[in-house]
Structures are given as structure tokens and as C-alpha cells.
């Protein structure tokens, strides 16, 4: 006979209204090789908001979204190595992968056509639809479970678990991490400002390019940049130009990219972590005569995603959040779709009241 599963509640979306409401589900029975969480903190990403809505056609309701994990191992399978009870770790955008194919041996799990995500994916195991951190408690392969450095707040690093690693990876990958070069960070929202706190961390020059003169003495006071730039500013632009060894759009709004190309030096690349729903023109002038690049990158792997978490912990790195109870979360969801947040919710899990309704916020 097959273990049952663990009860456990959460947080789900019924239909593509989006509205999340208590759900009680099981947890898949911990395996030889798993690792059981108590979720003590998760982040709300705009991935979420899609899939509850069902903006890209794929919803499997009920679903309970989250992939920004932050939470207390309380038990492990007999073959597990690397964590014990006790330990803090996090969970991402993603819970298993077939570790076989050229992307799983290279280190990018997250390039895997049999990916499975941690919510609104299809579990392997048993063919179930994934349920994600919007619940008390989690059930994951220790592969893909992360070590959570002492001394980082849990609140401001669930949406490293995500975010962080999303614009960590492709500075890495594309040598934006080197001290004295030159970095754009188009946006300064969920993504930017995170990517601004890493690119200084590394010691390198970031230029804040943005629509909203309003967000310069956020930028440059607070967060740390070194310039910025407004982008409808032609003389500013002018000035600016073939400065940067690359640039990180982290927008998500169509927006005109053939100008942001002038800014780059030859053969730079402009890597998206933001992705527009919309189509984006690109003429061939604005990239053909420098050599220059355009490409795109989603989260990262297990590996570069330990690496970030490290790296923040040295650094000191966590993102700005405003912390919520879960009876809040229709509240933020609504907010976070007018971008009204500074700069991510982050869900209080351990200390809110799963079944109960309302909307308090922390």
C-alpha cells in the first residue's frame, strides 16, 4: 500500500478571477530522498498573478501559487545528505528536472523540457499538479532545495529565491559581475532594484535607466546607483552612449528597445529577465553595425541559485519588501497588478491564520 500523504493548507485559486481562498490538499508522502519544509515566509512574484488568472491558458485550479520559499526542514528521507531538522533553506521557481539531459548536466536545471515547477506543474511522481509555497508546509527532492545563510533575514530573502537568482544568473553567465565595468539596469521594480544591490555587491558601475525621473534619488540614494538615466531624454541618452558593457532589462511593459542598444559598447549584450507580452521591435541597425547581442534568461539553476544565496549572505543582500498576513493576499495581488508595492510582498505563512478570512495586513 502506498504512504499517504501529509494534510496540508493553503492559500488557492479556484477559477480565473484570481481570488484566493483557504484549500485543504495533501502533500505527496516524503520519499527516501526528500526533504519536508515548514514554510515560514513566501514571496508573491507576477508569475503568480498570471497563473492564478490564467493569463497564459495553462491553470490547473485549484491552484496554490508560490515559488519563493523560505521555511524550516522538519524531517528527511533515509537518503538524504545534505540537510537535517532545523535547517533553514528556501525552494524556487522550480522542484524537479530529469538531470539527464545537456541542460541538467551543465548546471541549468531551469532549461529542462521535462522542468517541473513548484506550482502549477505536473509532479512526475504521481502525475498531480504541484502546489507552491502559499501553504504551511512543502515536500521537495533535496536537489532542489537550497541552504539559507545564517544571519539573512527570512522575510527580505524569499524573493532572492526568485528574483535574485533571475538577475544573479545572466550577470554571472554573461561577465556583468567583474569589478569597473560598466552595467544599465532598465527598471527599477521587483527585478531592478535587486539587480542594482547584486551589480554594486560586485563592485561594478550601474546606470539606472528608467522612465520616471521620480525614481532617481530612489536609485542613486538609496539603492546605490551611480547614475541614472531617464529614457526619454534624448540629450541624456546622447551622453551616454557606448558606455555600457551591458545592459539588464528587467521590464515587463512593452517599451521601445532600439535606443537602449546605442548605449552599449560593441559586442555587449542586453539580456531580458523582464518579458513584455507584447511583441518588441528590434531593427537590424540597432544591433548589426556593433556587433550587439540580445538574449533572455529565466531564474537559474540550482547551482547559480546556491551561489546567489551565498553571495547575498555575504553581502548582506535581501530585497525591500513589505511583509503581509495571508488574509491580505487578495488585497496584494490587486496592488501588486498596478505595481503598487515597494518593491515585493512577502507572505508572513508561519504567523497567519490559514483558515481564516478578512484582510489584515502586518
Given amino acids: 500500500m502506498e504512504e499517504q500523504g501529509k494534510a496540508a493548507v493553503g492559500w488557492a485559486a479556484r477559477d480565473d ?10 502533500r505527496r508522502a516524503q520519499k527516501d530522498d526528500d526533504v519536508s519544509i515548514k514554510v515560514l515566509y513566501c514571496g508573491i512574484c507576477h508569475t503568480d498573478l498570471h497563473i492564478v488568472k490564467n493569463d497564459w491558458g495553462n491553470a490547473m485550479y485549484p491552484v496554490v501559487p508560490g515559488h519563493e520559499i523560505v521555511g524550516v526542514v522538519t524531517g528527511v528521507g533515509a537518503g ?5 531538522a532545523g535547517d533553514t533553506v528556501g525552494v524556487g521557481y522550480f522542484v524537479a528536472s530529469c538531470r539527464g539531459c545537456d541542460s541538467c548536466g551543465k548546471g541549468y536545471e531551469n532549461y529542462c523540457a521535462k522542468i517541473v515547477t513548484t506550482c502549477n506543474g505536473v509532479d512526475g511522481g504521481g502525475g498531480a499538479a504541484t502546489q507552491g509555497g502559499f501553504s504551511d508546509a512543502i515536500v521537495v527532492n533535496e536537489h532542489y532545495v537550497l541552504r539559507v545563510p545564517a544571519g539573512l533575514p527570512l522575510d527580505g530573502a524569499a524573493p532572492l529565491l526568485c528574483a535574485g537568482v ?7 553567465i554573461h561577465g556583468l559581475n567583474a569589478p569597473g565595468k560598466h552595467v544599465g539596469v532598465v ?11 547584486f551589480a554594486k555587491a560586485f563592485g561594478m558601475r550601474v546606470t ?13 540614494e538609496h539603492l546605490g546607483a551611480d547614475e541614472f538615466l531617464v529614457s526619454r531624454d534624448a540629450g541624456q541618452m546622447a551622453a551616454a552612449a557606448g558606455t555600457m558593457d551591458g545592459i539588464l532589462n528587467t521590464v515587463s511593459a512593452w517599451h521601445p528597445i532600439a535606443p ?25 541597425y540597432a544591433i548589426v553595425p556593433g556587433g550587439k547581442g540580445i538574449t533572455g534568461n529565466c531564474v537559474g539553476g540550482i547551482r547559480d541559485c546556491q551561489a546567489m544565496l551565498d553571495f547575498a549572505g555575504e553581502h548582506g543582500i535581501t530585497a525591500e519588501v513589505e511583509v503581509i498576513k495571508m488574509d491580505y493576499v487578495n488585497t496584494a495581488l ?3 497588478e498596478k505595481n503598487d508595492v515597494r518593491y515585493r510582498f512577502v507572505i508572513d505563512v508561519a504567523g497567519s491564520s490559514l483558515a481564516d478570512s478578512g484582510d489584515a495586513k502586518i
Fill in 17 to 26: 478571477s484570481g481570488v484566493l481562498s483557504p484549500y485543504n490538499f495533501s
Fill in 80 to 84: 538524504v545528505t545534505k540537510f537535517k
Fill in 166 to 172: 533571475t538577475v544573479y544568473s545572466p550577470m554571472v
Fill in 187 to 197: 527598471g527599477l521594480g521587483g527585478l531592478g532594484h535587486v539587480a542594482v544591490k
Fill in 208 to 220: 539606472v535607466i528608467s522612465t520616471s525621473p521620480g525614481k532617481r534619488r530612489e536609485a542613486l
Fill in 260 to 284: 537602449l542598444f546605442a548605449l552599449m559598447k560593441p559586442m555587449a549584450q542586453m539580456v531580458f529577465v523582464g518579458a513584455p507580452t507584447r511583441p518588441l521591435e528590434l531593427p537590424a
Fill in 334 to 336: 490587486e496592488r501588486l
